[in-house]
Nanobody, 123 residues
């Protein structure tokens, strides 16, 4: 499975961005998908995850109520809608996938990773 993240950019605080994660190589309809982010000098942190059906989701505490994860299995693509962005959301965002019914928050549970897309939120 190859993952390609896109949609990052520069946005003012309070603004919105929508990230996409396009999968290729095989269908990911049986894979859970997740988003993580990593700021310079920091560990890669969990942002959100969604099960392969698209019915169960999980969010990191810092993004609950502002970010929404979704997926379109027909397009083999996952999404992360980010609203009410804050300067502390500035990071490189990575999408990931793993073949499991669970939607764990640990980077160690994901088998496939995209290359990352930069999100910068100005104050």
């Amino acid at each position: 499975v190859q993952l390609q993240a896109s949609g990052g950019g520069l946005v003012q605080a309070g603004g919105s961005l929508r990230l996409s994660c396009a999968a290729s190589g095989r269908t990911v309809s049986r894979y859970a998908m997740g988003w993580f982010r990593q700021a310079p000098g920091k560990e890669r942190d969990f942002v959100a995850a969604i099960d392969h059906y698209g019915t169960s989701t999980r969010y990191g505490n810092s993004v609950k109520g502002r970010f929404t994860i979704s997926r379109d299995n027909a397009k083999n693509t996952g999404y992360l809608q980010m609203n009410s962005l804050k300067p502390e959301d500035t990071s490189v965002y990575y999408c990931a996938a793993h073949y499991d019914l669970r939607i764990p928050p640990s980077v160690h549970d994901y088998d496939y990773w995209g290359q990352g897309t930069q999100v910068t939120v100005s104050s």
